[in-house]
């Protein structure tokens, strides 16, 4: 937008730069001033054919650009002239980018190190490229971005990479560090980063070492730009959700991973849930949702309103009741996950027990005291047999010394079966 506003003075017709006087270039500011608005935006240097450039445009553009630089400097502070040489700066600066690294065509898609880089038609200037950590000026330069782990380099920078794609890690290995900062030590990596060995140390010669808190490595400023992340380990074992600074192949990973219920808590931490109520709370919905999943498959108008689709972004909710994935423990922390969950129960709930009469036919009658209303495995007040699943009120269940009535009723009958085989 700013180059067509400027389009018309830029590309005004100017002596050629090879042909500049060499007072331009000299000490003497009051004659030089007005015509270092023109230097490196000749015509000449617009109309060559691609490719044509040589070494000297290159450094002509140079030598213009500190003199705008300078100039700028000069000029009273918010005059009109000291905004249009911005301008041309600007101009200068984007044409010296060109020079250095002419656009050429480019595939579409290209697939590295089971990375799969698609070609981008943004023209933002507001990207960093992962590889060598400079402006990405979509302007003029092409790049790339992994559709994968969203990698984002320039197309020079691609033959590069050393990195695989952190996607397939995720798909082959798709499990945390569980050891808070599992520090080896500088030495022990010989000094070098750990995912480019580039000579690195704790002083910042020749390049600063910062340690990732989720691998315990250090890496170099190029791969480990102080971005913050939460660390699993130090959620499952000290409930800690402050974010921690890690590298950047730490933070595709973890952010990848953080839907993944791949965290079982009471094999990692079962003290957790001593300490932590709101996981016994949340644990509590979930076996009761579990509970309510065979009325729901079994039921048209379930099936029909989709019932069980308010749970598709967790999906292992209606699967099991002792996964958890890092958001999930996240969202238990923050209070959202159980207003959530308690208002889908609810829901479930509702559609049972008031308005659907197939799913009421269900029902329970405890056949210890055979009173009461009808009950539902996902009563706060009921108690399950653990053989057959039988419902009864949860007092009578723990008064009650002898076996299950619906057990004894079907052990009798295994026997009248077994006998009746013998005298056939």
């Known amino acids: 937008k ?39 935006l000749a015509e000449d240097h617009f109309s060559r054919p691609v490719g044509s450039f040589v070494a000297s445009d290159i450094e002509q553009l140079k030598l213009a650009i500190e003199e705008c630089k300078k100039l700028i400097l000069e000029l009273p502070e918010h005059s009109e002239r000291q905004k249009d040489t911005v301008v041309k700066l600007i101009h200068l600066r984007l044409k010296l980018q060109e020079l250095k690294d002419p656009e050429e065509d480019e595939p579409n898609l290209r697939i590295l190190l089971e990375h799969r880089f698609s070609k981008e038609k943004s023209k933002s200037v507001k990207q960093t490229c992962d590889k060598c950590s400079t402006i990405i000026w979509g302007l003029i330069q092409t790049w790339y971005t992994c559709t994968g782990c969203y990698y984002r380099c320039h197309s020079k920078c691609m033959n590069l990479i050393t990195k695989p794609c952190v996607r397939s890690k995720v798909s082959h290995q798709s499990e945390y560090e569980l050891s808070i900062c599992p520090e080896i ?108 999943k065979p009325y729901f498959i079994t039921c048209k108008e379930a099936m029909e309103a989709r019932l069980l689709l308010q749970l598709q972004d967790r999906q292992h909710f209606v699967e099991n009741d002792d996964m958890y994935s890092l958001q999930d423990l996240i969202d238990i922390s923050s209070g959202r996950l159980s207003c959530s969950l308690t208002e889908i129960h609810t829901t479930f709930a509702k559609h049972i027990k008031l308005d659907c009469e197939r799913c009421q036919a269900k029902g329970f009658v405890c056949e210890l005291c055979k009173e009461g209303d009808i009950l539902f495995p996902f009563d706060s007040h009921t108690s399950l047999c653990h053989d057959c699943s039988a419902v009864f009120h949860r007092d009578c269940y723990y008064d009650n010394s002898t076996t299950c009535p619906r057990c004894a009723r079907m052990n009798e009958r295994k026997q009248d079966e077994v006998s009746d085989v013998k005298d056939a």
Not at 4 to 9: I, P, R, T
Not at 11 to 39: C, I, Q, V, W
């Open 2 to 40: 700013m180059f067509d506003q400027h389009k018309e003075q830029c590309f005004m017709p100017h002596y050629p730069l090879s042909e500049a006087k060499p007072e331009l270039f000299s000490g003497n500011r009051t004659h030089s001033s007005d015509r270092t608005m023109d230097l490196g």
């Open 185 to 292: 030590g500088l030495d022990r990596q010989d000094y070098r980063c750990a995912e480019c060995r580039t000579p690195i140390s704790l002083r910042g010669v020749p390049s600063e070492a910062r340690q990732c808190d989720y691998t315990g490595q250090y890496y170099c400023s190029s791969c480990h730009w102080n971005d913050t992340a939460v660390i699993p380990a130090r959620v499952i074992h000290n409930w800690e959700f402050e974010p921690r600074k890690v590298c950047r192949s730490s933070l595709r990973y973890l952010a990848l991973m953080m839907s993944r219920p791949v965290l079982k808590l009471k094999e990692i931490n079962p003290l957790l849930f001593n300490f932590v109520e709101e996981l016994v709370e949340i644990r509590k919905l979930r076996q009761d949702i579990l509970l309510m």
